[in-house]
C-alpha cells in the first residue's frame, strides 16, 4: 500500500516537473522570440532615380509602386508628386488618354502638375524635395514636401530646373 502510494506520489512531482519545464521551455523561447522582431521593410526616404535625360517629357510612372512617386517633366523642369491622393490617402491613376490622375475612390481629379480640379480633394497632389546628386543623377528627399497651397510650390527645392 506505502509502496503504490509512494509510486504515485513519484508519478505526481513527475508530471509537475515536466508541466514546469515545459512552461519555462515555452517562456524562454518567447523571450528569445521578442529578441529578434521581425524585418520591415522601408524603402528609402532618400534616394537616386536616373538623371534627368532619362526622363521624356510627361509623367513618369516607373517609381509608383516602389516608391510612391510620379515624376513628371515639363518644358523646364522636373518634379516629383506623391502618390498619395489629398482626399482620404487613396492612391490615383494616371490615364494618360485624359492627361490627369483620376483617384478611383471618390472620382478627385488631378492636372499632370498635381493641381486638383474635380472630385472632393481639397487641395493638389504634394511634392517632394528634388534636386541633383553630385553624379548627376536626380536626387529625391521625401523627407521634405511641398504644399501648393501653402506657397511652397516656388521653393527652388520642390522642382530641379531643365
Ligand atoms: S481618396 Fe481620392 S478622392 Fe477620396
Given amino acids: 500500500m506505502a509502496d503504490k502510494s509512494r509510486r504515485s506520489f513519484l508519478e505526481s512531482v513527475a508530471v509537475g516537473w515536466t508541466i514546469f519545464t515545459g512552461a519555462s521551455v515555452a517562456g524562454l523561447a518567447a523571450c528569445v522570440r521578442f529578441m529578434f522582431p521581425n524585418d520591415l521593410f522601408e524603402p528609402p526616404t532618400q534616394f537616386k532615380i ?22 513628371v517633366k515639363d518644358t523646364d523642369k522636373i518634379v516629383v508628386l506623391s502618390t498619395v491622393c489629398t482626399h482620404l490617402g487613396c492612391t490615383p491613376n494616371w490615364l494618360s ?4 490622375f483620376k483617384c478611383p475612390c471618390h472620382g ?10 474635380e472630385g472632393p480633394a481639397p487641395r493638389p497632389l504634394e511634392r517632394f524635395k528634388v534636386g541633383l546628386a553630385p553624379d548627376g543623377q536626380i536626387l529625391v528627399d521625401k523627407t521634405r514636401k511641398f504644399q501648393q497651397e501653402l506657397g511652397q510650390w516656388s521653393d527652388p527645392d520642390s522642382f530641379l530646373p531643365v
Fill in 50 to 71: 536616373g538623371p534627368p535625360e532619362d526622363f521624356a517629357e510627361g509623367v513618369d510612372e516607373r517609381f509608383k509602386d516602389l516608391n510612391s512617386i510620379w515624376v
Fill in 97 to 100: 488618354a485624359d492627361l490627369k
Fill in 108 to 117: 478627385s481629379g488631378f492636372y499632370s502638375t498635381g493641381i486638383n480640379f
